[in-house]
């Protein structure tokens, strides 16, 4: 059974979940490993066309040091480094799924008031 909250530690709770997603990239570069997918930093720059190289890398590091994001460096030349949500950033993924099913309800809505 879960934690009974009151106001105050939702608030605080919540408040401490976006501080591990926040920043205009984490997102996006979540949703492009949801499934146990692995991207290397390079598919990174090719599927998110708008950051550049140091948001990228700061994005990545941030979601590391949180534990949300694994980061393994293969030893060779050129370095290959691959990243994968861990088994608790993959977690995460019900939520952000019922976040998109939130959205999409505010739209449905206002398409069937456009009809009538």
């Not at 920043?23 to 499934?35: A, E, M, P, V, Y």
């Not at 293969?74 to 977690?91: A, C, F, I, M």
Request: charged letters at 20%.
């Amino acid at each position: 059974m879960g934690k009974v909250h009151t106001p105050e530690t939702a608030a605080n709770g919540v408040t401490e979940a976006l501080g591990f997603i926040e920043g205009r990239w984490k997102l996006i570069i979540l949703f492009h490993l949801f499934d146990g997918k692995v991207q290397r930093y390079s598919d990174f720059e090719r599927l998110i066309p708008g950051i550049s190289q140091k948001m990228l890398a700061q994005q990545l590091r941030q979601l590391e040091a949180d534990g949300i994001v694994a980061r393994k460096l293969y030893p060779q030349v050129p370095p290959k480094v691959e990243y994968r949500l861990t088994p608790w950033g993959q977690s995460l993924c019900p939520a952000l799924d019922a976040l998109l099913t939130w959205v999409e309800q505010r739209q449905a809505p206002a398409a069937d008031t456009a009809s009538a």
